[in-house]
């Protein structure tokens, strides 16, 4: 300003770089894309350098939050690159799991240690890779031991965490069938009496209890 | 539309209306009512035209000009909206108030107060344009000053919690378990005589029972012994007859509770041969 | 950084201030709208203090070409409004607003909270409905608290970014309030019964006291 005190007639007279700078620095912060040196000329007051003011900013925000970037032939402000953790918010998104993981879930948690042929027996579908991926990663299931039998199986067991979410001292505790009838999960079995319907033949034997089925079952381990 | 054809008394007051532009902004003034927002509108114009500090209004006078420019307006066959005329009529009490010395036995507001009240009103009206003026004349988001451009959204990572609870687990087990359960349900139906049924064997016999007939005649071979077989053709048969009450072809009748049923067909009546 | 250095061992201290400055700078230039100081707090380190960091910044940009507005409790960036001018390319087309629309927003702004009632009142005319939507759909008028008189009619109270749009930093600061309530131009001055001019009944709503007040007056006529 004070080299241009003695010019003050002069109306045409070129904003100081300082002001030069504060325009560029405006112009820049309010645009919606990077800027060109050219672009800037042709907004600024005649008589005006870009590339000086331009500089000057770059140096004035070098180390600051907010630094003045060339992005191809144009300038723009930007986050400094060390702060980008700052732009990230973690959102927890809450969701229900699917039937497929929860019924593979309690078959794994019922029946552990079982392989996965046999979950699929139980199921009476295929069980698909993603499904015990997503309890594997979930950390509420692991691979346990392989089994003693033609092929090694790997077995799939439920872990501390999975106990910890479902507040179980152990997988034991789980109730068993009877029990769930009694609590009413389970829909009343049609009246046998009067009706004569046919039933068919139960594959299982229902009314054992989970825990001690599951170590008949694999009475290897 | 219509032109005033003599000048407008309240506008004697302004000495510089002589362009023709002020003429024809004057001659707006007048015809164009709706222009103004209400009366009270109106009435800051016509103050203003005072050109005096709304403080020190002449009350009395912008009623008169209001009721000249009223009276003017129906010379003109304008319609004016009621509520000019309710305030034409309010001025027009106000005015007889202001001009008749205070009787001091009359209750409530003097006409002073009325007409300070009035001031009141306009000048608080005329402040808030001038605010609103003032607050439309500063430095607007958008006009002169600006957000940043290109604001960088927060990137949002999702992290995925999955819910589950024990009930799911343990509901999701049993639903595996009990799977095998399910059957559709099949109602037998070798024991049941149905309405339907018994309708058809009623409708064939009714014709040939003039006289009171025990339902359990009714009843078909076979479902006549005791048992499930014969509740149920018993049942249907009585709801079959019900029926045909009420369509009119047989009467029922029974002597006491739990006493046998029995039906006949109705006789013919004289006017129904 | 140097008061920090003989506790290097300590691993979550707080940024230093000049540190956590450039982090609130990031931030706020990042962002489009005005944020709080508790906005800025929950997206910061821990132990950080926001409010320091705010008054350095306001400092560092006064009389630059971006400065740091108080937007009621928020903060932002805003271009310097002197530099207005340079800006055409980015002034955005505004709403055409009606008279009734900003005369309604003044008298909210200056008589906040105001109840409907109170507005045409002042204005001596029915507000649509139309026209109190128009100023909550732009978010520059929210309805405020109910007041506790008969009827407990809602007040409204103008908003954030009405204060953003406006460039004010509270309410409080709306041009010559100070003296339009020295003047008592902003008493609620309740007319006394029989004391009140007639209103217009030019509104969409009929259900206002105007029509009660207009024929009570006439009763004497």
């Known amino acids: 300003m004070t080299d241009q005190a003695p010019q003050t007639i002069a109306p045409d007279l070129p904003p100081s770089l300082a002001e030069q700078e504060r325009m560029v620095e405006a112009i820049l912060f309010a645009s919606g894309r990077p800027l060109t040196a050219r672009d800037l000329a042709d ?17 004035a925000y070098a180390g600051r939050g907010v630094v003045l970037e060339r992005i191809g032939d144009g300038y723009a402000f930007r986050t400094a690159p060390d702060l980008s953790f700052l732009m990230q918010a973690e959102t927890v998104e809450q969701r229900r799991l699917s039937r497929a993981a929860i019924e593979t879930l309690a078959i794994i948690a019922y029946h552990q240690p079982v392989t996965r042929t046999e979950i699929e027996e139980i199921r009476g579908v295929a069980v698909s890779r993603g499904t015990l991926d997503q309890l594997i990663e979930m950390d509420w299931v692991r691979i346990g031991r392989r089994r003693m039998t033609p092929g090694r199986p790997a077995t799939f067991v439920v872990t501390e965490t999975f106990l910890d979410h479902f507040g179980l001292e152990s997988a034991r505790d789980l109730p068993g069938l009877a029990e769930l009838r009694a609590a009413g999960l389970l ?9 004569r319907v046919p039933l068919a033949l139960g594959g299982e034997d229902d009314d054992m209890p989970a825990t001690a089925s599951a170590t008949d079952f694999f009475k290897d381990d | 539309m219509t032109r005033p054809a003599s000048p407008i008394p309240h506008l004697r007051a302004v000495p510089d209306a002589e362009t023709v532009a002020q003429r024809r902004a004057d001659e707006a003034l007048i015809v164009d009512v709706d222009g103004y927002e ?65 009787d001091p036995t009359v209750e409530g507001p003097t006409a002073a107060d009325m007409a300070a009240h009035l001031a009141f009103q306009l000048e608080r009206l005329e402040a808030m344009r001038q605010a609103a003026a003032q607050l439309m004349g500063r430095d607007r988001l958008g006009i002169s000053r600006f957000a940043r451009g290109t604001p960088e959204a927060v990137a949002r990572t999702r992290r995925t919690e999955w819910q589950a609870g024990l009930i799911d687990l343990m509901r999701a087990y049993a639903r595996l378990k009990t799977r095998g359960e399910f059957r559709p349900y099949a109602f037998d139906r070798r024991d049941v005589f149905t309405m339907e049924q018994a309708l058809d064997r009623l ?9 009171w007939t025990d339902l359990s005649d009714f009843l078909p071979e076979g479902w006549d012994a005791r048992g499930a077989r014969r509740r149920s053709a018993t049942a249907a048969t009585f709801a079959a007859s019900l029926e045909l009450a009420r369509q009119g072809r047989i009467e029922i009748r029974q002597p006491g509770a739990f006493a046998p049923i029995s039906f006949r067909r109705k006789p013919p009546t004289l006017d129904q041969p």
Chains 1, 3 share one sequence.
């Open chain 1, 43 to 59: 907004r600024l007051p005649p008589g005006c350098d870009p590339a000086e003011a331009l500089a000057g900013l770059r140096r």
């Open chain 1, 187 to 195: 829909e009343a079995r049609p009246p046998a009496e009067g009706l």
């Open chain 2, 38 to 102: 209400g009366p009270l509108d109106l009435l800051l114009t016509l103050a203003r035209v005072q050109k005096v500090d709304l403080m020190k209004i002449s009350v009395l006078h912008l009623a008169e000009q209001y009721l000249a420019f009223v009276e003017q307006a129906r010379a003109l066959r304008i319609e004016l909206a009621a509520d000019y005329l309710v305030m034409a009529a309010w001025l027009a009490f106000l005015k007889s108030r202001l001009l008749l010395p205070p």
């Open chain 2, 203 to 211: 409708r064939g016999m009714i014709g040939y029972v003039g006289d």
